[in-house]
């Protein structure tokens, strides 16, 4: 049992009795979907109190616990144990006490001089120093750039500017390439031994080192950010300093790669901690007893993120992101919808199962372990239906997802919908940005409920008075009447795959081409990416790729996790022919596949 596990149930009973005493302000379960009833949920879950819901924290354990106990108030049962499954989620990098840097027998100060990135690599090498200005290899057909030239760097340590040539330029053929993971992708391609970031003075005047960002796989080798006077002393025998480097190069768009006639002992050591969280799963029986055993899952994700971070769009700021909209609003009409499913007779022949899923924001998580690790029999699943963001109704505009997902979707909701409530905005796909994503990978039928992104998204301004409760009941009392005729219809609905499969088709067709394939977001598939869908008629599946495949290498070069795959894909062309070896039932196969 982890620490946290121990301390979670230490501070249990606080916790309950926090939750209680708010229930206990909230009324009575009612059978109809009332604006009071949600507006209560959202004011409790966006609360100061919950601190934005960051995953694996106490608002987090918090709102599990609210959500859990608004399930039992309205008579559902945990599926098994206590309701909730808990999982374990990376919530936080540090750098760990074993990161040095050397040069000519000077030792630097680790907290002020260097720093390790996220996805660095926990390794040490002594080695000579190469120059390779900003760390690009890029070849298409509006850029032709080659910062490594001719020299050799196997074994040696790079030093590398941050950024790239064209800083004044808000669209630029460069900015595709000149993240720091990938130019760390480049330079271990390359044979490097490691990578020492460096930032000139028009990339960051400041030259400040920010906080390790949880997100990330490692690049597989040592990579470094060092502060400018340190990078100086490195470049001293050859006469040059970083700031006119990089004015240099910016000038006259020409790399100038070179040996420093350095020499560093250097290593990286990044730690990664954990934390628990957990989805809440409750369902309803089933009141027929020939369809009991089939499931309707209707879901929404409870967390949130927290004080900010790198996904919200108040960059700056350090203060509670509420998600009253993302989405207090989803979990608040899935408790309203329980809760009127429960005191409704004859409303599900088949058994109703409602998840409130944890993690979301940091990549589906919740929703991935969950169909990853099933409660239910997901071949038994007829459908599943995800509430994110279904606060902001304006204008009657009410978007749905993934009606291409099962032939008698789009026949279900027009005969469903009051046209004078509500306008709607239909979509075939059955992928998207949310949890409904990872039931779809599993060939469930999906539909996705929400209205639509705004200003306030993904900032601390996302708050509970800024929602429209009549909308939300309106749009929960079209998802009772839809959800009721998918658990009621006698026959299974059959799906069918529907619109792109690919989770990162705007980054591919951003950087060039796509294989075809959704895939796992999850990093549980060590040393390689599993492809969860591949799409008939695209390269993949074309040159012979199947859904379960798990993708370890592009052209001889390691894929070892999603970020990987990003960054090979994004060398790549259209027409090109590539070879891509997967592991098929743990054997090797190599396929060729012509984009």
Known sequence: MSPWIKSYRLVLPLILTAVLTFLSCTGQVTRDITTGELQGHVQYLSSDMLKGRQTGSEGDSLAAVYIRKQFEMAGLVPLEGN??????????????????????GQEFNTSEDI????????????????????????????????????????????????????????????IPFNSD?????????????????????????????????????????????????????????????????????????????????ARV??????????????????????????LRNEYVIIGAHFDHLGMGGPASRARDTVAVHHGADDNASGISAMIELAERFALTPGSHRRSLVFTAFSGEESGLLGSRYFTDNPLVDLSR??????LDMVGRLQDSSLQIGGIGTAEKFRDIITSLTDTSRFRLSLSEEGYGPSDHSSFYGKDIPVLFFSTGAHLDYHTPSDTWDKLNYPGMKDISDLVFSIAGNIANTPERLE??????????????????VTLGIMPDYSGNIKNGLRADLVTPGKPAALGGMKKGDIITSINGMTVSNIQDYMYRMSRLKHGETISVEVLRNGNTVVLIIQL
């Open 115 to 174: 720093t390790p990135f996220s996805f660095s690599g926990n390794s040490s090498h002594e080695a000579p120093v190469v120059f390779t200005g900003y760390g690009l290899v890029i070849s298409n057909d509006s850029i032709k750039w080659n910062d490594y030239g001719n020299h050799d760097v196997k074994g040696k340590w790079v030093l590398v500017l941050r950024g790239d040539p064209e800083p004044e330029k808000s669209v630029s053929g460069f």
């Open 83 to 104: 309701g909730f499954q808990e999982f374990s989620v990376t919530d936080r990098v540090v750098a760990g006490k074993s990161n040095f840097f050397i040069l000519d």
């Open 265 to 290: 002992r250097a290593g990286s050591d990044v730690q990664k901690t954990a934390s628990s969280t957990r989805n809440v799963i409750m369902y309803l029986r089933g009141e027929d007893e020939s």
């Open 381 to 386: 699943v007829n459908a599943m239906i995800n």
């Open 495 to 512: 799906f069918r795959e529907a619109g792109p499969k690919t989770g990162i088709s705007t980054v591919m067709r951003r950087k060039g």
């Open 181 to 261: 993971r990938d130019k760390a992708m480049t330079a271990k391609d390359m044979g490097a031994a490691g990578v020492l970031f460096v930032s000139g003075p028009a990339n960051d005047n400041e030259d400040s080192f920010e906080s390790l960002s949880a997100e990330g796989f490692s690049v597989g080798i040592p990579v470094l950010r060092i502060k400018r006077n340190v990078a100086d002393l490195i470049l001293k025998r050859t006469n040059n300093t970083v700031a006119a480097l990089e004015k240099q190069i910016n000038a006259t768009k020409k790399t100038a790669a070179f040996d420093t006639g």
